[in-house]
């Protein structure tokens, strides 16, 4: 198992995109990786974009991201949310400066427009947050999965596959 230990902080808010946040979260679990589902409140119920609960292991204060090995932003509407918490901005912040594997797809990149790391990065998203992403200064491409670095972005549920492989590559590689 190549990620025996790595520990994953998957991040979680209401109006999750579902199969966003539990398909890397199951996939990362089968390779060995420790995922914890991190939100506002610890044990809360969050609500996925099509009625998908999923529970909090943890809230924002009850971790510390250097802990970690790497995070996954899912995407839906929940990203709107989540880039509001000056925690979780924090968050992709030090995972960033350490060169720690981030995942983002969809609109997820709305979080990592609002900590400020898209600057001369490529990426991708749904296209229809591309030209967000193009002006917090990041490269947007249109494919499917984009790896730049520590940075893993994808735009949408049917790139699943080959997102999770690339997040699990490189984080394997850490």
């Known amino acids: 198992m190549r990620l025996k230990d790595k520990k994953v902080i998957a991040l979680v808010e209401d109006e999750f995109e579902d199969l966003e946040l539990w398909y890397p979260i199951y996939r990362l679990r089968e390779e060995g990786a420790i995922v914890h589902l991190v939100g506002n409140e610890k044990g809360k119920t969050y609500i996925g974009k099509y009625g998908v609960p999923a529970v909090s292991d943890y809230d924002f204060a009850g971790i510390h991201a250097e802990e970690y090995d790497a995070i996954l932003v899912p995407g839906g509407w929940a990203p709107d949310k989540l880039r509001r918490y000056d925690e979780v901005l924090e968050f ?13 797809i969809c609109h997820a990149g709305w979080v990592l427009i609002s900590a400020n790391i898209l600057k001369g990065k490529k990426v991708t998203s749904t296209p229809g947050i591309k030209h967000d992403m193009m002006n917090a200064g990041g490269l947007w491409s249109d ?32």
């Open 143 to 174: 494919e499917s999965v984009v790896v730049d670095g520590h940075l893993v972005s994808s735009q949408r549920p049917p790139d699943l596959p080959p997102y999770v492989k690339a997040f699990a590559d490189v984080l394997a590689a850490k």
């Open 92 to 104: 992709i912040r030090i995972m960033d400066d350490a060169e720690k594997p981030i995942g983002q």
